[in-house]
């Protein structure tokens, strides 16, 4: 039913970042530049750098987009790229998921079905979109606003964003979402926010009760891509990743705050 998002769908944005192995930013190129260099000062102040044109989509989470304004400095950049970079080639319901479930820790609601169309990485349809939002109303991420397709926070995005400490209440018995690779997402998420790591899918199977390893581990890979979580191969088991960190009461695993696929 969701398929994955070809290559030639994403919107493909340019960027540069420097050749230079403690390179961390990548900037908007220079559009009065024939060569690959950042828009901003930055090219002045370091200029020893060389700079190499990538597609933006392809370098973060690796690349923190650049703050100056001549960069990705201006909030809905910065929110795009926070968003639509690692989880471009995924499927827009699980797309669509990912910013229900993310937009109103760092934002003032309402959110609204104009705002995930732009921030989605791809073209998309009403129909992804609505399945997503859908799966984050009925598993608490999203509440419904005062207005048809406005958005407040649900239930769940309240209790992490009052920094609660974690517990197996978060975790609902069963869960009205018809996709198991949603299920394994959002179960991604919980445990990450919660601190109830090392997840394993074992784990989120038995507390979402569902069955379909294969399924929840797609889902799980996501969150992984998506920054909720981090893979630790000697423990075969993820921890909570930078965005968990960023948002929910933070339990930093040693080996955490690597970009890594
Ligand atoms: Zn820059």
Do not use: K
């Not at 609505?130 to 984050?136: F, H, T, V, W």
């Not at 992984?224 to 695993?253: K, M, N, T």
């Amino acid at each position: 039913m969701s398929r994955a998002v070809q290559p030639g769908e994403i919107r493909a944005e340019r960027g540069v970042v420097a050749r230079s192995q403690y390179a961390d930013r990548v900037h908007r190129p220079d559009p009065d530049s024939d060569d690959p260099r950042p828009a901003c000062q930055e090219a002045e102040i370091a200029q020893a750098d060389e700079y190499r044109d990538v597609a933006v989509s392809a370098v973060t989470p690796h690349y923190r987009p650049c703050g100056n304004p001549q960069c990705f400095g201006r909030r809905d950049d910065t929110a795009r790229h926070l968003w639509h970079g690692p989880l471009a080639n995924r499927p827009l319901r699980i797309q669509t998921f990912h910013i229900a479930a993310t937009y109103l820790s760092f934002y003032e609601p309402p959110l609204t079905r104009r705002q995930v169309h732009a921030l989605l990485a791809v073209e998309s349809t009403e129909r992804s979109i609505q399945r997503g939002l859908q799966d984050a109303l009925a598993l608490g991420w999203l509440a419904r606003g005062p207005r048809a397709h406005q958005y407040e926070s649900g239930p769940l995005t309240a209790l992490f964003d009052d920094h609660t400490p974690g517990g197996r209440q978060y975790w609902r018995d069963s869960v009205t979402s018809p996709s198991r690779r949603v299920r394994g997402y959002h179960g991604a998420v919980v445990a990450a926010l919660t601190g109830e790591t090392p997840v394993t899918s074992r784990v989120v199977a038995d507390r979402l009760d569902v069955s379909g390893e294969r399924t929840l581990q797609r889902g799980l890979r996501d969150a992984r891509a998506a920054g909720w979580l981090v893979w630790d191969e000697q423990a075969s088991a993820y921890y909570q990743g930078p965005l968990a960190g960023a948002i929910g009461p933070s339990d930093p695993h040693p080996h955490a705050g690597g970009g890594e696929r």
